[in-house]
């Protein structure tokens, strides 16, 4: 299987979803713009934005591991790098760090 096919996009979202139940969910496959990086071998690269009230109170680093955690099967099998905006739906509608 091609890492970078919307299988693993597919995967991504629903792995979210399941964990998430996110109030929103963009999840981008930016492998092309890393065509021939030695470590894409293991995976495709893939930007997530979500919210989700499962991020209220969260530090970013916290969020970050609930994802990565999230995503663990995936990680070297299918995902080689993770760009992630998570957020909760009070702090949406303010500029990402």
Same mark, same amino acid.
């Given at each position: 299987?091609?890492?970078?096919?919307? @299988?693993?996009? $597919?995967?991504?979202?629903?792995?979210? @979803?399941? #964990?998430?139940?996110? @109030?929103?969910?963009?999840?981008?496959?930016?492998? *092309?713009?890393? *065509?021939?990086? &030695?470590? /894409?071998? *293991?995976?495709?690269?893939?930007?997530? /934005?979500?919210? #989700?009230?499962?991020?209220?109170?969260?530090?970013? %680093?916290?969020?970050?591991?609930?994802?990565?955690? &999230? %995503?663990?099967?995936?990680?070297?099998?299918?995902?080689?790098?993770? $760009?992630?905006? /998570?957020?909760?739906?009070?702090? &949406?509608?303010?500029?990402?760090?």
């Amino acid at each position: 299987m091609d890492v970078t096919s919307p @299988v693993i996009v $597919n995967e991504i979202r629903a792995a979210l @979803v399941r #964990s998430f139940a996110p @109030v929103s969910l963009d999840v981008l496959d930016d492998s *092309a713009r890393h *065509a021939g990086h &030695a470590g /894409a071998r *293991a995976g495709g690269h893939f930007r997530v /934005a979500l919210v #989700s009230t499962a991020f209220a109170g969260r530090s970013a %680093l916290e969020r970050h591991r609930m994802v990565y955690r &999230a %995503l663990e099967p995936l990680m070297g099998h299918g995902i080689h790098a993770l $760009n992630i905006s /998570a957020r909760a739906p009070e702090t &949406a509608s303010r500029p990402a760090i």
